[in-house]
Nanobody
Framework: QVQLVESGGGLVQAGGSLRLSCAAS????????MGWFRQAPGKEREFVAA????????YYADSVKGRFTISRDNAKNTVYLQMNSLRPEDTAVYYC????????????????WGQGTQVTVSS
């Protein structure tokens, strides 16, 4: 089992940057595929980015491709989401998620979720 705690959210102007962090506690973090999701007010939660065990495979939603970068540091049990060129439509609560996988690939059915961190982008 793994517990996830997000941090790094806040208020930023359009065009600015933020880096979100997700700290994981528990064992075998390096065996978990990790992902970031977001949920804007009145909308369903949507996928943002995913990363495999090793960090060798990543996958992004079209809406963030080229602007956001997911990465991980297994020594620190942490996954990051670097968000650049932020837009007002990126405003949402951002969640990290973990899936225990038997192979080094991106996840698809996440088992564990954090509480979320608010990102607000002003125009």
């Amino acid at each position: 089992q793994v517990q996830l705690v997000e941090s790094g959210g806040g208020l930023v102007q359009a065009g600015g940057s933020l880096r979100l962090s997700c700290a994981a506690s528990g064992r075998a973090f390096s065996s978990y595929a990790m992902g970031w999701f977001r949920q804007a007010p009145g909308k369903e939660r949507e996928f943002v980015a995913a990363i495999s065990w090793s960090g060798g495979s990543t996958y992004y939603a079209d809406s963030v491709k080229g602007r956001f970068t997911i990465s991980r540091d297994n020594a620190k049990n942490t996954v990051y989401l670097q968000m650049n060129s932020l837009r007002p439509e990126d405003t949402a609560v951002y969640y990290c998620a973990a899936e225990l996988l038997g192979s080094d690939s991106v996840g698809s059915e996440y088992d564990y979720w954090g509480q979320g961190t608010q990102v607000t982008v002003s125009s």
